[in-house]
Every structure is written in structure tokens, then in C-alpha cells.
């Protein structure tokens, strides 16, 4: 049965591209095709005139110029971006975002085999929405737990009445709040205790809660990351799915037996070096570089509370060993050849430098060697009697090198 009538199949169908198409689509006036000026009240007004789209575009050449991202954590923690770290209730993730944002306000070397790419401490702001009871000991925990780091210039937040990040002048607020102490990370905990009233379900409330978080971000020049729970399944993150989408990276903490998504790969206890873990950290989305396998956690007390200390998975220890041992025979061999003292730091990678030795590990790596040699007593650590007042280190008569002997 034909639509048209008689009339209509003998009068010829308007093109998709006449005037008033034309008007529609692309903003501008019909030019009735050289007939002159459309008559006063035929047809539909001319638009206004709006800004003119443009591009910048670049060549490959171009393209390959173009600078590295910046990072606070190197593959993980943007500079500048969003983010969230998921998990169910009383597993832990609030101790795991805690070891994270302390571990880059104290500039330590690495996080779960992440290198922390700060190179001292910076001050980081932790909004604490559920636990301002005992976070004092949570705190202290994690000082106990890591000596010779600090993280002084982190800074808690106890809001005070209503938090509601649907609002559209909340993004406002908190920059004003929080501007004066130029944070690097803002840790939102909980998403759910910021949001105010908005729908969970609703992709158009969490929406305006994901856009107020990249303004906060863009406008402070930091990285913003929620803490969040997960849904009825265990598995995902809570509520509507557009949160997932806004955001540059996805944390999820879950049990060995329930880790991992559709996005992560899954790690039970047999995959790591020390049993039981508590649970296990995995990358569910990473926005600006790959992800990395799983890794564990374990909760261990210090003090009055506990922290998360990272466990190894068994196929990453024979890595990071060699990487380890390596670094303390060069240190040992510097040391041996300026008889057994370094008057700095610098004068032990020059000593390595001179003998057209590469560094074993990276800069972070080559201090975490250090490091771990002054605290078992390989090398001696005595502050304020080197170079310009600086440490000077001895190399211990006796002892262990972990590996191949000093010359």
C-alpha cells in the first residue's frame, strides 16, 4: 500500500539538501537559490552565528614530539585526572588508599611496584567522611609501619555539615577550601558520604558528582580519587555506570577468592609469596597507560590499629631479587674502593659513574638499596658527618653483601 496520494507522486520529493536543510543543519541563512532575500515571516528565522569550531592538527612528526604524560605514581596516578579505589566493607580499602596517598605525600620510592615519581614530600589532603574516631591511629599506624618517611605534609579533612558533591557549586567550595595548601591528591572517602542526596543509579546525578570532581582536579591541579563501595555483586563498583566512564582510573580491592573483573585478571592466595593476603589490588581501568597484574595486601597491626602492607606475587620476586641484589654489590664495590667510606650519595654513584658501571636499578632503586643496607647494618648511616654536613656512610667490617663479594 503506497503512502503517497496522487497528488504526491506527481510533485517531486524535496531534497534532503534544499535551503531550510541547509539552514538546519549548518546555522546559516537559506539563500533561496538566487532568488533573492527569503520574504519577511516565510520559513524558519536564520540562526545566530556561534563560535567556529577548530582544530589543531598535527603530523606524525608532530605527534611524536608531543610530551610524556606527567606522573605522580609512573603508570598508575596522573598528575591531574580522576580516579576511584573500590571494595566491599571491612576488607580494607581505606587502609589500602591511605598506604597510596602517604606513600606519595612521603615521596617513598614505590607503591605495589609503581615508582612514586615525587621526588620529596608534598602535601596530599585526605577528606575523611566515616572514620574521624580512629584515624588518628590508622594514621600513626602507617608512620610505624614505614620509619624514615614523612609524611608530615599530609593533611586530613573533617568536613563539617552536609557534603554534596551533586551540587553544582560544590566544585567551588572545596577549591576554595583546599587552594591555599597546593595538594597533590585530594582522597575523597566515602563517594557515596559526598554525594548528598544524589540517586546512586542515576547516570544524570553521579554525572554532575564526576564533572565537580574533574573541575576540583583541573582547577587545583591535582589528582581527585574517591573511595567506593562495591554493589550487590561483590564484584563492581556501586551505582550507575557513567562514573566508570568519567573516570581516568579504576582501583578495585577485592578478596583473592572474588578478585578481579571482567577487566582484571584474577589472583588467589597460592599466587602470592606469603599466605594469607587480605585481599588483592587490581587496575580495573587505566586511562593513559596499561595495566599491571594484581598484587596483595595484608593487614597487620601497629600500633592501636593496622596497615596495609603490600605482599609480592610470587612471578614478580625473582625480578625485583635480582634487581635488589644488584644494586647492593655496586654500592658494596664503591664502597670498597673508596676504602670503605663515602663522604654522600653523590660521591658513591660517582664512584659507580667512574668505573662505567650503569646504575643496576633506577635513581629510587639505587636509594631503597641504601636505604635497606643502613637499616640491616651493611652500611653505617651517621648524619651530619659527611660533605657539607650530609650523611656519610661506612661500609660495615664483615658483613653479608647479599650476593657476589666486593673486591
Not at 364 to 374: S, Y
Amino acid at each position: 500500500m503506497s503512502i503517497f496520494g496522487a497528488e504526491d507522486r506527481q510533485r517531486p520529493m524535496p531534497s534532503p539538501f534544499d535551503d531550510e536543510a541547509q539552514a538546519r543543519l549548518f546555522g546559516q541563512p537559506a539563500a533561496r537559490n538566487g532568488a533573492g532575500p527569503r520574504p519577511a515571516g516565510r520559513g524558519p528565522a536564520p540562526l545566530a552565528a556561534g563560535p567556529r569550531q577548530t582544530f589543531r592538527v598535527l603530523t606524525r612528526d608532530e605527534v611524536r614530539t608531543l610530551p610524556e604524560p606527567e606522573w605522580l605514581v609512573r603508570g598508575l596516578i596522573p598528575r591531574v585526572g580522576t580516579g576511584q579505589l573500590y571494595g566491599p566493607s571491612n576488607l580494607g580499602k581505606t587502609f589500602v588508599a591511605l598506604d597510596l596517598v602517604l606513600s606519595i605525600s612521603s615521596a617513598r620510592e614505590y607503591w605495589h611496584g609503581y615508582e612514586v615519581r615525587v621526588p620529596e614530600p608534598v602535601p596530599v589532603v585526605y577528606v575523611a567522611l566515616e572514620d574521624e574516631g580512629d584515624w588518628k591511629a590508622r594514621t600513626e599506624a602507617w608512620d610505624l609501619a614505614n620509619p624514615g618517611y614523612d609524611s608530615s605534609l599530609a593533611l586530613s579533612a573533617f568536613p563539617e555539615g552536609l557534603v554534596d558533591l551533586s551540587d553544582p557549586a560544590a566544585a567551588a567550595d572545596w577549591v576554595a577550601a583546599f587552594a591555599q595548601y597546593r595538594p597533590a591528591v585530594v582522597v575523597v572517602d566515602t563517594q557515596a558520604q559526598a554525594s548528598g542526596g544524589a540517586e546512586e543509579n542515576s547516570n544524570t546525578e553521579m554525572g554532575r558528582v564526576m564533572s565537580n570532581l574533574r573541575r576540583i582536579s583541573n582547577r587545583l591541579q591535582c589528582f581527585v580519587m574517591t573511595v567506593h563501595h562495591t554493589g550487590t555483586t561483590g564484584r563492581r563498583a556501586r551505582g550507575a555506570s557513567a562514573q566508570i566512564g568519567a573516570l581516568d582510573v579504576v582501583i578495585s580491592v577485592l578478596p583473592p577468592s572474588n578478585s578481579g573483573s571482567e577487566n582484571a585478571s584474577s589472583a588467589a592466595q597460592a599466587d602470592f609469596v606469603e599466605q594469607p593476603v587480605t585481599g588483592v589490588i587490581a587496575v580495573e581501568k587505566n586511562r593513559r597507560a596499561r595495566k599491571s597484574a594484581p598484587t596483595g595486601f595484608r593487614l597487620e597491626p601497629r600500633g592501636d590499629s593496622v596497615w596495609a602492607r603490600p605482599v609480592a606475587r610470587r612471578d614478580s620476586v625473582a625480578i625485583s631479587a635480582a634487581e635488589a641484589a644488584g644494586q647492593r654489590n655496586q654500592i658494596a664495590r664503591a664502597l670498597v674502593r673508596l676504602q670503605g667510606v663515602a663522604g654522600s650519595v653523590a660521591a658513591i654513584k660517582k664512584e659507580i659513574a667512574d668505573h662505567n658501571e650503569e646504575l643496576a636499578a633506577s635513581t629510587r632503586g639505587f636509594k631503597r638499596a641504601l636505604d635497606e643496607m643502613c637499616a640491616d647494618g651493611t652500611v653505617r648511616r651517621d648524619e651530619g658527618q659527611g660533605n657539607n654536613g650530609g650523611a656519610r656512610f661506612t661500609l660495615a667490617d664483615g658483613r653479608d653483601l647479599g650476593g657476589e663479594a666486593a673486591p
